[in-house]
């Protein structure tokens, strides 16, 4: 009368074995479940009774007591049900144990039986790797997200029926295993081209380097100069993700529940929160931690459109996971690690009405409302930004030619180009781009030849660099040489890419 | 006209009558102590059964089973743990039912097991 199946719970991204335990014993007829449950799975006991009442079992008329071991960790999520509902069922001996001792058991169910869709499945399964679990027990709706992984058999489920079946041997269910194309670069039409965009050359150039090291980048300029259609073109030059970053995105899109049509996601996300925005909902939180949109653009693009209209405390928790690529959040219940490894794209007004600086229309803002505009940007967040770019507005010459500009496929293959270059030069690290390089990696893949070594010197006398642009210059350069295809950093590269640094001197300075 | 009083013993009668016929050993009738009543206290197999009747003569007021509510669960509940103290029932397997009963219908009896638990 007593039984013991496995299901999972997750914490942040990890998932922990967690044992269900069950007992039935005579006496009054009671239910209760003990081990730190949360109220889903104390509500999971009405969905349990009703689905095995519906799928044509007696509920047994007995007092049960069901132990989620280990029992000092909080446990939520509806996913236990599955587990709790299959450990009455063979405590009270309708379905044979013979399969369940290294078996995982997730999904939700409904009072008719079937096995619903949950958050999180993916990560779940991942972290079920190294327990001595050989098979999963997934709802038939999440079995797309799971099938990626090859050690383990996924076995999906319509029902709490079919499942019982299966584990008396009455039918077969095989491991499902995804017929998918798999990861292969499809080069489908992008929905925005650079094409589109004329002019603005200097602009496009900007966007390229930043998309070939991953460098932040943030865009100055007046109103309609084409910032946010820049922005949004940025997805069509960056390259697919890599198998590895590819599970590592869809394990944060599964747990918030984000996961379209439940595939595994092979585009970079690009993410643009608008600017009215809580800090909690972008660096993440709650009373059980979520990942907020710095680590949904993990891997990806985070875009701050009309970056001063943000609250300051939204831009100033962002230095952290810029600087580091990951955000701790800490909370009562847990401290938990979210990856946030983006790159930060900014665009913004040089001041409240748009037009400072622009040689077409009247600024009509007073010196200190562009002051306290523009002082809302802190010097620390520029500061880890590698690339500032003006834009002008267009003028009517260049809106009006019919010459195409490079099209978003042509800068892609530039980007790409670079980007393994970069590959081929980190192999055997743990980065994949310049602009993750350590003080070390800098030392040894950023050497200046003497001319270049002088014009740093004299730049960064001029313009006093801390000594955070000063690496962040090295690193632009050194993304500038990849696109060239060139070994070494060259005088050209380095002007260029103290370029991209003099303009916070110009508007902050 | 008949009394409640008079209703319901006839009830509780009927419904006597027909656990006999589904096989129950009746172990008591109208079992009594200083926390509650348990109409009915009954052996079904192995299961011990307290069951709670419930008659009434028409539907204008209601069924009768809906008049069994948590208050009165509640009581019927210490009245049967009481007992199986009483008797060291530790371990035996309990069951709660209610039985209808409506003496002008064609069908009088509508037995509901496991009505209701802790």
Not at chain 1, 87 to 106: E, H, M, P, Q
Not at chain 1, 111 to 125: C, E, H, Q, T
Not at chain 1, 425 to 436: A, D
Not at chain 2, 72 to 81: E, F, G, P, T, V
Request: glycine share 6%; with cysteine; proline share 4%.
């Amino acid at each position: 009368m007593y039984s013991k199946v496995f299901t999972c719970v997750l914490l942040g991204l990890d998932g922990s074995l967690i044992e269900v335990e069950c007992d039935l014993s005579r006496g009054l007829p009671m239910f209760t479940i003990v081990g730190l449950p949360d109220t889903a799975i104390k509500e999971s006991k009405e969905r349990v009774r009703t689905a095995i009442k519906n799928s044509g079992y007696e509920f047994p008329l007995s007092r049960i007591t069901i132990n989620l071991a280990p029992a000092n960790l909080k446990k939520d999520g509806s996913q236990i049900d599955l587990a709790i509902a299959i450990g009455i069922l063979v405590a009270c001996g309708n379905v044979s144990n013979a399969k369940t001792s290294d078996t995982l058991f997730i999904g939700e169910l409904s009072l008719d039986g079937n096995v619903n869709k949950i958050n999180g499945a993916l990560p779940m399964v991942i972290s079920m790797r190294e327990t001595g679990i050989k098979r999963c027990i997934i709802p038939s709706g999440n079995k797309e997200e799971c099938s990626i992984i090859e050690d383990i058999d996924i076995i999906p489920v319509e029902n709490l029926l079919e499942l019982t079946q299966y584990l008396n041997g009455e039918i077969d269910i095989k491991p499902y295993k995804s017929i998918d194309e798999d990861l292969i670069d499809s080069n489908e039409e992008v929905e925005f081209d650079f094409a589109d965009i004329k002019g603005q050359e200097g602009l496009k150039r900007a966007m390229e380097i930043s998309a070939a090291g991953s460098h932040n980048i943030i865009i100055i300029g007046p109103p309609g100069s084409g910032k946010t259609m820049a922005a949004r073109r940025i997805p069509g030059i960056l390259p697919q993700l890599n198998f590895e970053e590819s599970i590592e995105v869809t394990k944060l899109y599964s747990i918030s529940g984000l996961l379209e049509n439940n595939r595994l996601i092979k585009e970079r996300p690009f993410r643009a929160p608008h600017h009215s925005s809580s800090g909690v909902s972008i660096i993440g939180g709650g009373r059980i931690p979520r990942p907020g949109e710095v680590s949904l653009a993990h891997h990806g693009v985070l875009f701050f459109d009309e970056l001063p209209e943000f609250q300051k405390n939204v831009l100033e928790i962002l230095r952290q996971p810029l600087e580091d690529g990951f955000v701790q959040i800490s909370r009562a219940s847990a401290s938990l690690i979210f990856p946030s490894d983006f790159m930060f794209v900014a665009s913004m007004n040089p001041c409240p009405c748009g037009f400072f600086g622009d040689p077409l229309h009247q600024c009509t803002c007073t010196q200190g409302q562009i002051d306290k505009y523009l002082g809302k940007i802190s010097n620390p967040l520029l500061d880890r930004i590698d690339l500032h770019i003006e834009v002008l507005p267009v003028k009517y010459d260049e809106l009006n030619s019919i010459s195409t500009a490079k099209s978003s496929k042509e800068i892609k293959t530039k980007v790409i180009k670079a980007r393994t270059i970069q590959e081929n030069r980190f192999r055997g690290e743990k980065i994949l781009t310049n602009s993750q390089m350590s003080n070390k990696d800098i030392k040894k893949h950023c050497k200046l030849d003497s001319t270049s070594e002088k014009i740093m010197k004299n730049a960064f006398d001029k313009y006093r660099f801390s000594g955070r642009t000063f690496n962040k210059i090295l690193k632009v350069a050194r993304t500038i040489a990849d696109l060239d295809e060139s070994e070494n950093i060259n005088e050209n590269h380095l002007l260029e890419a103290i370029g991209y640094r003099s303009l916070d001197k110009k508007y902050w300075g | 006209m008949k009394t409640n009083i008079a209703t319901g013993k006839f009830g509780e009668q009927l419904a006597i009558e027909y656990l006999y016929t589904k096989g129950y050993t009746i172990v008591e009738k109208n079992y009594r102590n200083k926390i509650g009543e348990v109409d009915i206290i009954a052996y079904d197999e192995s299961i011990l059964t307290f069951i709670e009747v419930k008659t009434r003569n028409s539907y204008e007021y209601g069924y009768a089973y809906e008049s069994v509510d948590a208050r009165k669960q509640k009581k019927i509940i210490n009245a049967s743990l009481m007992y199986l103290q009483k008797f060291n029932l530790h371990d035996v397997q309990v069951r709660f039912d209610v039985i209808e009963v409506y003496p002008l219908e064609k069908e009088p009896i509508n037995h509901f097991e496991n009505a209701f638990s802790l």
